[in-house]
C-alpha cells in the first residue's frame, strides 16, 4: 500500500498541478540528477533520454498516490532493473530518489508560497518522504535481485568458456587467448591447472580464487565431472611456490597441479596433467602433487593396472600377510626410502631401535628375495612400494 497525502482537497490540487506539468518537471529533475550525481553524467550507457524516461514514469506514479490516486510500484521497480543492467551504482539510484523527494517539496513550496497556503502543507511532509522511501526500497530490491541474476548468469557463461578452454575445444592459439582475456587471465605470465577431488570442500576451494588474488594470481574455477578444475595465471615463475603453498593450506582432498606453461593453447594437455598428479597421491590424502615432481609416481598413476602387477610381482609374498604386519613391514620400507637409506634415521623416526629396523628390512628380503643393499633391488622395492601406497589405500605414513 504506497503512502498518500490524505483527503485534503487544497494540497490534493496542489499536486495535481504538478501532475498536469509532469513532463516539464521530469526534464527539470532530469537535469538535476545528471548534475548532482556523477554517475549518472559519466554513464556512456544510459543516455539522457532513457534516463528522462525512467524519471517521468516515477514522478507520474509519486505523484499520483500523493494525491491518493491509484498506484503500483512497477515504475520503482522497472527503474531498478534498469540502473543494475546498466551499472549504475546502487548508491547513486537512491541518491536520485532522495533527489526527487527534495524536488517534489521545493515545487510545491512554491505553490503553496503564490497561494499562502504553506502552512498547510507541512503537516504532510512525512508522508513525502514515507513514499519516496516506499518506492526507493522497491527499485532497490529490483536492483539487487538483477544483479544477483547477472551475477549468476555471468558465472555460468565463465565457466563454460573455462570448461571450453581445458577440454580442448577454443580451436586455435587466438580463441584460447581471447577467452583468456574475457576471463581476464591473459597477463602474458605463465600458467597451471589444478584439478581437485570435490568431496565437502568444493565451498572452500572455489573461494580459492579471493586468497590467489591476496598475492596477485588470477584463477577463475569450474566444476567437472567428481572434480574441480582451476585456471591460474601468474606474473612471474617464481609465483609457481607460493600457488602451490595457497592451495596446500587450503586442501581438504587431492589436489593436482600442472606443470607451468606459456600459452593458454596448452590448457588441455595441463588439465590431463593436473588430473594424473591427483592420483600421485593415496587416496583419501590430503594434500597437493606438482606433476613431474615425483616421475616414478606418475609411472604408477598413469598406468595403474601395470603398477599393480608390479606390485603384486615384487611384493607378493609380504602383500600376503596379515594387514598389520603388511603394513608394519611397507612403513619401515618407505620410512627406510623417505631417511636416505640411513637405519639410524629410520629408527629415530618410527620410535624404534636400529636392529629393529635391520630386522624387518631382512624379512622384506626373505619375503621378496629382494634385498636394499642391491641397486636394482631396491629400484622395484621402491617401484612396487609406489604402487601399493596409490593403488591399495594401505595407510603408510
Known sequence: MTAELGSDERVASLVGRLLVDVDSLADELTVEIVDGEDSYAQSTVLDRDRLRAVVRDNLLTLLTALRGGPSTLEAPRAAGRLKAE?????????????????????????LTSEEEC????????????????????????????????????DTAARRVMLATLLDGRAGTSAGAWEIARVLKLDRKGLFLVVCAETHDDEDSLLGMGDR????????????QIGALAGLMTLPNEHMVE??????????????????PFSAPINAPTAWREAQLAVQCLPPEANGVHLYGSSPIAILAAASPDTAAEVAQAVLGPLRALPEVEQTTLLETLHTWFASGGSTAVAAKRLHCHRNTVLYRLNRIAELTGRRTTDAESSAELYVALQAVRLGSGLRIA
Open 86 to 110: 546498466q551499472g549504475i551504482p546502487l548508491a547513486a539510484l537512491l541518491h536520485a530518489y532522495r533527489m526527487a523527494g527534495r524536488f517534489i517539496w521545493d515545487r510545491l513550496l512554491v
Open 212 to 223: 590467489l588474488r591476496a598475492v596477485g594470481i588470477g584463477s577463475e574455477w569450474v566444476a
Open 118 to 153: 504553506a502552512t498547510e502543507l507541512l503537516p504532510k511532509v512525512s508522508d513525502i518522504w514515507m513514499a519516496i522511501d516506499e518506492y526507493s526500497s522497491a527499485a532497490a530490491e529490483a536492483y539487487r535481485t538483477t544483479v544477483e541474476v547477472r551475477v549468476r548468469r
Open 242 to 259: 607460493t600457488a602451490v603453498d595457497r592451495l596446500t593450506d587450503t586442501a581438504r582432498c587431492r589436489l593436482g597441479v600442472s606443470r
